[in-house]
């Protein structure tokens, strides 16, 4: 066998000539040149949103050639909030993971910063509001997506006929669809009479005050309302103030007219409160009217979503934005920017919304006037305020202004509903308060 | 004897064969090869119990963002709250209860099914373990919707009879009654089956002595029934009190663990704090503070158990 001996001088013409042909030839691309992405979505609950959301993920996968997988998770039993643990502590898992509310902050060490991609979204779709940017960012870092599907305000939803009827108040004329707000004597005081006239009616307010965040969140706009904050932006105890006196004197007045078993409700009581006919306001987004529609059309038809109740602080709604967050393990974190750019188009956007039939809230100011919201019905119009269009109120979360480390603990363990119901069922103020500061001092662990 | 060492009495010459024989022995050992034939349940057991038992001990020495070791110091954190005390005294009041009516109920339906003609027994040991097969988390949604807080199948025929309503989730005392019911629907079965088959081995010549004695029912209970079956009592008893103690599905499902936490356990208290607050480590000592408790309980019931092999 005979062997040829390479020189130096073949060598390296060789090498300069594969060099060359590998510049200059034509790049051709394969289906999936640009690699895998995995994704973790929130399973929606309205049928066919899912659907969309696969739609625009093809759409944009064909085009940029990756190859992608989509899980959708259910959130029912915490089943989201379980997966999102598991990664961050696998550190392995979907490339993108839906998470919502608190879950940027809680994993913000294994999250991948965004700002590439939020930056550029905010100058086209309008600014975010404060809640987003509270719950989204920490230090000028962005760090997660604000996402459209999933997020949501949850404001009263109220029966046209029973509200007139009994409290005197005409929703449809104080915010009326297609015109801002007359809502300027829908304040505590008017909300409290007329929880108490429809409660004597027997169709009292559908407002829970168990653990579960439909409660949360309620209690949390009522007490911003009034100012009352647990623990301060600065991260110091506030819970002996006279807001926090003033809030739970509020709420103690307004338990008396609610449903007796309301301490045991969870997220699901409301709705059934509002579709079996059985009150006349809850606190939610236009979930338990989508159902009602398909399930009690009659009663679908006398609801109207609209503004909260104003408190001597302020117009304060319960938002609760959901994000999707890049994880820093991510082994495709440009692909993964590329399609949370894309979802976060306005024509994405429009997308979602008309999927979800306008239950899905964008969190940018330019996209809070899509025709989905003014479209839907009956009766027409009843999600037309839903997404605020006319900024009359400020979109919040409970326990906010806290550290969002701190806020998140005072929210999962429901110590503004807890304090409002040991108060109002006979604890003295100062042992309530006691104990919510005891609570709080515990919380502040790092 | 299981363990028999099986000699070739071969006097001892060199080292290296000596070293050959030994393992050849060790290799022929009937002890050797069950350790041999156990070894993958073993790795298992390492591997999905021994792990995860290791690195929740492993969580619960971190700090909150899992970043720096602090020792007992989550514990001693814990110590000082006053809903984690609240926990302790509901677990207790939870699993102790829920065990001695399962005990009971199990125990008298047990002998109920026993005294049943052998033809028809089957049936009604196949109906009376329907709760214990069904999975809790379904079964548990079922009571849900009986105990609705505006719906409640119960308040509705209670309101027939002029009761109520009675707030079966909304109200503590009755938050507790209601979950305790439901374990005690769903584990009796798995006592009832337990003291069937003590039951049926116990020999009927005792019975007949106690007859011929003159011991009336009780006493053919008391000095021949209980003691025969004691062994078998302890360690269900101990096996629920585990099982029970961990509960997570039931009260999750039920309550979430309110009203104002009157009904939070050990597990529903650990995944509040650890997988909704986002404190995995504060989540695992929680966790991990059953294990005393059940370590005291163990050594009480299975040293009672040796006591009365041995007297046996």
Not at chain 1, 28 to 57: C, E, M, Q
């Amino acid at each position: 066998m005979s062997r040829k001996k390479l020189t130096r001088r073949q060598f390296v013409a060789a090498t300069a000539m594969s060099s060359a042909a590998l510049i200059t030839a034509p790049y051709v691309r394969g289906a999936y040149a640009a690699g895998k992405l995995s994704i973790g979505f929130w399973d929606h609950w309205v049928p066919g949103a899912n659907k969309t959301s696969t739609d625009l993920v093809n759409e944009w996968a064909a085009k940029e050639k990756v190859e992608v997988s989509i899980d959708y998770i259910t959130s029912n039993n915490k089943k989201i909030e379980l997966t999102v643990a598991a990664e961050a502590q696998a550190k392995s898992g979907h490339d993108i993971l839906q998470m919502y509310t608190w879950w940027p902050h809680a994993y913000a060490e294994q999250l991948e910063p965004v700002n590439d991609v939020v930056e550029p979204a905010i100058k086209q779709n309008g600014d975010v509001n404060g809640t987003v940017k509270y719950l989204g960012q920490a230090a000028g870092k962005w760090l997660a997506v604000p996402a459209t599907p999933g997020s949501q305000i949850k404001g009263p939803c109220s029966r046209i006929d029973l509200m007139k009827k009994y409290a005197g108040i005409d929703v449809q004329e104080m915010y009326p669809a297609g015109a801002p707000p007359k809502a300027d004597n829908w304040t505590m005081d008017t909300f409290l009479k007329a929880a108490e006239a429809c409660q004597k009616a027997g169709f009292a307010f559908g407002i829970g005050l168990g653990e579960t965040t439909d409660s949360v969140d309620t209690a949390g706009a009522i007490f911003q309302s009034f100012g009352a904050e647990l623990v301060n932006a600065k991260g110091d105890l506030t819970v002996k103030t006279d807001q926090v006196r003033q809030a739970l004197e509020y709420y103690k007045k307004l338990i008396a007219f609610l449903p007796p078993d309301a301490p045991s409700w969870d997220d699901a009581s409301n709705n059934k409160w509002l579709i079996s006919g059985r009150g006349a306001l809850i606190m939610n987004p236009p979930s338990a009217w989508a159902v009602a529609k398909r399930d009690a059309p009659q009663v679908a038809e006398q609801c109207w979503t609209h503004g909260f109740p104003a408190g001597p602080k302020g117009r304060f709604a319960p938002f609760l934005p959901y994000f999707w967050g890049l994880w820093s393990f991510s082994k495709n974190k440009e692909a993964a920017k590329s399609l949370l750019a894309y979802l976060s188009q306005p024509s994405s956007i429009e997308k979602f919304v008309a999927a979800s039939g306008g239950y899905d809230l964008p969190a940018y100011a330019n996209m809070t006037t899509l025709k989905t919201w003014a479209e839907e019905g009956p009766p027409k119009g009843t999600l037309y305020h839903y997404p605020n269009p006319y900024n009359h109120q400020t979109l919040s979360i409970a326990a906010s202004p806290a550290p969002p480390k701190i806020a998140q603990q005072i929210y999962a363990q429901a110590t503004l509903t807890k304090m409002a119901l040991r108060f109002a069922q006979g604890e003295k103020m100062e042992t309530t308060l006691a104990w919510a500061e005891g609570e709080c001092e515990g919380f502040m662990r790092s | 004897m299981a363990d028999v060492v099986v000699e070739h009495g071969r006097v001892a010459g060199a080292t290296g064969a000596r070293k050959r024989t030994s393992l050849h022995n060790a290799l022929k050992r009937k002890s050797t090869v069950a350790f041999f034939l156990t070894l993958p349940l073993i790795l298992l057991i390492a591997l999905l119990v021994l792990y995860p038992a290791l690195f929740s001990i492993h969580l619960a020495t971190l700090n909150k963002s899992m970043q720096k070791f602090v020792g007992f110091g989550n514990f001693t954190f814990l110590f000082k709250r006053e809903t984690f005390w609240m926990v302790v005294k509901q677990s207790c009041i939870f699993a102790i209860t829920a065990v001695i009516f399962k005990a009971l109920i199990g125990f008298i339906v047990a002998h109920f099914v026993h005294n049943i003609p052998a033809k028809g027994q089957r049936k009604w040991r196949g109906m009376l373990l329907v709760p214990w097969v069904i999975p809790p988390a379904m079964s548990t949604l079922a009571w849900l919707w009986l105990f609705d807080p505006s719906y409640s199948a119960f308040n509705y025929t209670l309101s027939l009879f002029g009761i109520g309503p009675v707030n079966w989730l909304g109200d503590a005392a009755w938050a507790r009654f209601s979950i305790i019911l439901v374990n005690v629907w769903y584990g009796a079965p798995f006592f009832m089956i337990m003291y069937l088959a003590a039951l049926k081995s116990v020999p009927d010549q005792l019975y007949e002595a106690a007859a011929i004695d003159g011991a009336n029912w009780w006493q053919r209970i008391w000095y021949v029934t209980l003691p025969m079956m004691r062994n078998i009592i302890a360690i269900t008893t101990l096996f629920s009190l585990i099982v029970t103690f961990a509960n997570f599905d039931i009260v999750r499902i039920l309550t979430s663990g309110g009203p104002l936490d009157q009904t939070q356990i050990f597990a529903t208290y650990a995944f509040r704090v650890g997988i909704e607050s986002s404190d995995i480590p504060l989540g695992a000592s929680v966790s991990l503070f059953m294990v005393p408790i059940l370590a005291v309980a163990a050594i009480f019931i299975l040293r009672d158990v040796n006591k009365r092999g041995n007297e046996a």
